[in-house]
């Protein structure tokens, strides 16, 4: 059975950092690209950023580039979001996504497998 659990969320003021994980089980971690996504109620889920099998190559929104870096640890099966300098807008649902074949970054059709999500709350 294939689960990718997300954890990490929680509330931060504007200016702050957390640390999101996502943990895969049930298929070869080490073959798929990771992504990050979000999403805020009543609104599109968004492509936030990728990392490539190896953790060579990743690709960010320009909306958080330089202040977010994703990372993975395929020893562990497990992806990370570093997010620091924190927003109000950067308040969301963050879901992570499995890619068995190299997708297209921001192609969410393009990903297999999703997490269920952990909030995210920045306050101003």
């Known amino acids: 059975q294939v689960q990718l659990v997300e954890s990490g969320g929680g509330l931060v003021q504007a200016g702050g950092s957390l640390r999101l994980s996502c943990a895969a089980s049930?298929?070869?971690?080490?073959?798929?690209?990771m992504g990050w996504f979000r999403q805020v109620p009543g609104k599109e889920r968004e492509f936030v950023t990728t990392i490539s099998r190896s953790g060579s190559n990743t690709f960010y929104a320009g909306s958080v580039k330089g202040r977010f870096t994703i990372s993975r640890d395929n020893a562990k099966d497990t992806v990370y979001l570093q997010m620091n300098s924190l927003k109000p807008e950067d308040t969301a649902v963050y879901y992570c996504?499995?890619?068995?074949?190299?997708?297209?970054?921001?192609?969410?059709?393009?990903?297999?497998?999703w997490g269920r999500g952990t909030q995210v709350t920045v306050s101003s």
């Open positions: 049930g298929f070869t971690f080490s073959r798929n690209a």
């Open positions: 996504a499995a890619a068995y074949r190299i997708p297209t970054p921001f192609k969410q059709e393009e990903y297999d497998y």
